[in-house]
């Protein structure tokens, strides 16, 4: 009985430390996806920003060449 029991805490013991690193894993799984979230997030903003410059840059070219004729 008492080698059951021995076994029985041995495994608890195995799958707690598991458990706390699964929980470690996690967390930082979450952090690095709220730091890619974020940087995706700058990257889409600085993308709109772009396409607005060269919109506007294409639409005074325009008027210039529109000028010129």
């Not at 952090?31 to 919109?55: F, P």
């Not at 294409?58 to 008027?63: A, D």
């Amino acid at each position: 009985m008492d080698g059951l029991l021995r076994k029985l805490e041995s495994r608890v013991s195995v799958l707690k430390q598991r458990c706390e690193q699964l929980s470690h894993i996690n967390t930082e799984l979450k952090q690095s996806q709220a730091i890619w979230l974020r940087e995706r997030s700058t990257l889409l903003n600085q993308h709109k920003m772009a396409i607005s410059h060269i919109e506007n840059m294409l639409s005074r070219l325009k008027i210039l060449e529109e000028n010129l004729t």
